[in-house]
């Protein structure tokens, strides 16, 4: 059984239709890469898995559980969290109040402190700076605060939205190794991105969505090799 499966799902902004019968599931400690071009639905399908955009069509299933109708806060409640694209730290707040925003609503004081120690072992630059105000951190080290705050509520599958956006180089590199980390430290993932060659590479398997349909699904090195996302996504013909 699938940990996350999205049965036939569409979504509707007014008249616009955004998804169109987007079928796809992440196993229990896979990596899932969803890729495609700009306005192609990958935010989309991302708020519809966590519940804020709702569906027209379609299922959503979590743990065996049919989620289509559950409200967003009881997602977060049963493991599905998700770090947002354009990263929303809070800017006012110091890095370990905006962790501490990720885990507000646990109780289990023993797992949350070790749960910190494991943030700041996967981002050191944390560590050195949990009393700054994130609002004054870079592009990099704001996404790192991003995916710390959602690693602190103990998600059992960590919705990623373009991690590597506007990031510097070596900033992209180092994301997608602690997002491999993080997941080896058994959480499953699902990410979406525009840079195909790192999501494909760091990810078991992947889908490409094309104006809000599926259009391709494989292993990442399955489609990493195909002709056609080549030339469409990674730059050479
Ligand atoms: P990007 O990488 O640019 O964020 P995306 O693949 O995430 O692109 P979506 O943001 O999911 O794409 O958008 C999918 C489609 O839905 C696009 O045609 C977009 O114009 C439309 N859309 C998205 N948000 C809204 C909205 N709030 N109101 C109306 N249409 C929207």
Excluded: W
């Excluded at 902004?13 to 229990?28: F, K, N, W």
């Excluded at 990596?31 to 709702?54: D, E």
């Excluded at 560590?127 to 959602?150: F, P």
């Excluded at 398997?205 to 990442?220: A, M």
């Amino acid at each position: 059984m699938a940990l996350l499966e999205l049965n036939n799902m569409s979504v509707h902004y007014g008249r616009i239709q955004a998804l169109t019968g987007v079928s796809l599931h992440v196993e229990q400690g896979e990596i899932v890469s969803l890729i495609g071009a700009n306005g192609a639905g990958k935010s989309t399908t991302m708020r519809a898995i966590s519940g804020v955009r709702p569906l027209s069509g379609g299922t959503i299933r979590f743990d065996g559980e049919d989620i289509t109708k559950l409200r967003a806060d009881l997602r977060v409640v049963r493991g599905i969290c998700q770090s947002p694209e354009g990263r929303g730290v809070f800017p006012g707040m110091t890095v370990l109040e905006n962790l501490e925003m990720g885990c507000y609503t646990r109780k289990d004081k023993a797992a949350i402190a070790q749960d910190f120690e494991r943030v700041f072992e996967l981002f050191p630059r944390l560590a050195e700076r949990k009393s700054q105000v994130g609002g004054t951190m870079s592009g990099g080290e704001q996404q790192m605060v991003a995916i710390g705050r959602a690693l602190m509520a103990r998600p059992r599958v960590l919705l990623l939205d373009e991690p590597s956006m506007g990031l510097a180089p070596q900033f992209i590199q180092q994301i997608f190794r602690i997002i491999r980390e993080i997941n080896e430290q058994g959480t499953t993932v699902l990410l979406v991105e525009q840079n195909a060659q790192q999501a494909l590479s760091r990810a078991h398997r992947g889908y490409v969505l094309e104006t809000g349909r599926i259009v391709k699904e494989g292993t990442g090195a399955e489609l990493l090799a195909d002709p056609s996302i080549k030339e469409a996504y990674l730059g050479v013909a």
